[in-house]
């Protein structure tokens, strides 16, 4: 073979080879991606149905029920509201009325099957997705009122 033939397998063996890792990167990238939805646009149908995404907003007043380690209970964005269901340990900070985020799917029946429950962590923070969505759902739930 001669040298500049060895080069050009090496180059094109290099190229393929970035192609492939490139592949598995973007694919990998891909599965673990999370979006963030609010009750609101899980309600609308702009949540996906058969992939994990995050809800946020708060938890409604009296809507918290414990049975062993199954939790259930409501998010709302002041506007639509989404009953969740979890099974394992809350965090110590999780209270009704509180900002939480929620990850897991969405069943057929609308029920939302959360895998991890985050809640905010003190008096001052609300994730910024859940903050922006409450607050726009108090505006609008001012606007239909007037």
């Known amino acids: 073979m001669k040298p500049r033939h060895k080069r050009f397998a090496i180059i094109v063996g ?10 598995l990167v973007l694919n990998a990238f891909q599965s673990n991606l999370v ?7 899980v309600s609308k149908g702009e949540a996906p ?4 995404f995050r809800i946020g907003g708060l938890v409604k007043e009296g ?3 414990r049975t062993d ?6 998010v709302t964005d002041t506007a639509k509201e989404i009953p969740v269901s979890y099974t394992g340990i809350l965090p110590d900070i999780f209270s009704e009325g ?5 990850q897991g799917s969405l069943g ?9 429950v985050l809640a905010k962590h003190d008096e001052n923070y609300m994730p910024p ?7 726009q759902a108090h505006e609008a739930s001012k606007t239909l009122k007037q």
């Not at 509180?98 to 929620?102: E, I, L, M, T």
């Open 69 to 74: 380690i199954t939790a259930r209970f409501v």
């Open 98 to 102: 509180k900002g939480v985020v929620a």
């Open 63 to 65: 809507s918290l029920q």
């Open 108 to 116: 057929a029946d609308g029920q939302f099957t959360a895998t991890e």
């Open 49 to 52: 149905k058969d992939r994990t």
């Open 14 to 23: 290099g190229l393929a080879a970035l192609g492939i890792a490139a592949t």
């Open 129 to 135: 997705e859940a903050k922006a969505a409450v607050d």
């Open 35 to 41: 979006f963030f939805f609010t009750p609101t646009q």
